[in-house]
């Protein structure tokens, strides 16, 4: 029987081997946006030079939909269970986009950011979801329940027990 090593603690009582498994991992996915990025999506590299775990992602609307041409960012931010637990992603910056699921606070509606995350997504899948999420609207408007949701919501859309208005939100 082979024994494991004790894992040991940093200061803020996180597995140190955890730590770094999920530092890891997002130097991989952050080499694979670096040098394959999903469509109209480039790494904001300034983002990065002081933590791994904050990422901007800016991000044009894709051509032939009705955010052709404007510019967006997503701000990424990684937890010490990444990726065991999905990122906080939303819209950052002065344009959040006028979408259905899409709060004027830049928090997305999107299941695979809560209860449909999997550790076999990563930040390119997110990426690719979001765009696919722009680019087949039909009209901009916000949630139904904009103005109620932004004075209520919590800082972070991860601690939001999202309510949907249709199949997706």
Not at 19 to 28: D, N, V
Not at 101 to 126: F, K
Request: positive net charge; charged residues 20%.
């Amino acid at each position: 029987m082979t024994s494991r090593p004790p894992l040991c603690a940093d200061a803020g009582g996180r597995g140190v081997s955890n730590m770094a498994s999920m530092q890891k991992r997002l130097q991989k996915e952050l080499l694979a946006l670096q040098n394959d990025p999903p469509p109209g999506m480039t790494l904001n590299e300034k983002s990065v030079q002081n933590t791994i775990t904050q990422w901007i992602v800016d991000m044009e609307g894709a051509p032939g939909t009705l955010y052709e041409g404007e510019k967006f960012q997503l701000l990424f931010k990684f937890s010490s269970r990444y990726p065991f637990d999905s990122p906080q992603v939303m819209f950052t910056g002065e344009n959040i986009p006028v979408h259905p699921h899409v709060y004027s606070n830049g928090h997305i509606c999107l299941s695979i950011l809560t209860e449909d995350w999997s550790p076999a997504l990563s930040v390119q899948s997110v990426c690719l979801s979001i765009i696919s999420m722009l680019s087949s609207c039909k009209e901009k408007r916000r949630p139904p329940d904009n103005s109620f949701y932004v004075r209520t919501c919590n800082k972070n859309p991860k601690k939001t027990k999202w309510w949907y208005h249709d199949d997706t939100c």
